[in-house]
């Protein structure tokens, strides 16, 4: 994956939406989307994250047409955002190991700030919501991991984008243990990121009806 395409993925995974997903055979993770470190993140959690980027969109777009267009303008969100609830806790692990702590004062100064380049709250959290797939009950703690990662960064002496920080990371998902659901693909220990697999017993229904994928 691209430098700049992983760096925006610390704000999370693009937003998009995802087709339903039907499972044809052995689960070997059964009620799991992923573990990360022992730690499962439930289907069901993710579901629920789902649910909460939808209802704000329902929210941030009362007409049915425009709320319809901006549903199908996004492809893939469930994979997107398990791909971003497992790179979070990959970072805070990495800021972790190196010793960073994030106050509440300091998130709420990063919030004051973005707040008044974005023109007020309501701008910041509908920004994030468009941009990054953040809906305004997560935008605090998305704003604790973007400090999590100026932090890692500034300490390496370098900065986002670079090597050196993937690196660290890589070495914190290394240690964590990731193991996604085949269903939502694998998890790429050097790249950080979730990447797609070929699952022939992963059916996607869409509205049109059933299509079995190779």
């Not at 919501?129 to 953040?134: A, E, K, N």
């Not at 670079?162 to 659901?181: I, R």
Request: proline share 4%; net charge neutral; with cysteine.
């Amino acid at each position: 994956m691209h430098r700049r395409r992983r760096t925006a993925l610390l704000l999370s995974a693009a937003i998009a939406a995802a087709p339903l997903l039907t499972a044809c055979g052995n689960d070997a993770h059964p009620g799991a989307a992923a573990v990360v470190g022992g730690q499962r993140i439930t289907v069901a959690q993710l579901e629920s994250r789902v649910d909460e980027v939808r209802a704000a969109q329902r929210a941030a777009v009362t007409d049915d047409t425009q709320y319809a267009q901006a549903v199908g303008q996004t492809g893939g969100l469930a994979r997107d955002t398990l791909h971003g609830m497992v790179l979070d806790r990959v970072l805070h692990r990495a800021a972790e190991d190196a010793g960073i702590t994030v106050t509440p004062r300091e998130v709420q100064e990063m919030r004051t700030g973005l707040e008044q380049q974005a023109g007020g709250a309501k701008g910041l959290e509908t920004a994030w919501l468009q941009q990054y797939g953040i809906p305004p009950q997560r935008l605090d703690e998305n704003l604790r991991l973007q400090l999590e990662a100026q932090k890692l960064a500034a300490q390496l002496g370098t900065n986002t984008s670079q090597p050196a920080f993937w690196n660290a990371l890589s070495k914190a998902s290394t240690s964590l243990g990731v193991d996604l659901n085949p269903r939502y693909g694998s998890w790429d220990e050097q790249k950080v990121a979730r990447v797609d697999a070929k699952t022939p017993w992963v059916r996607e229904v869409t509205a049109t009806g059933t299509k079995q994928t190779t």
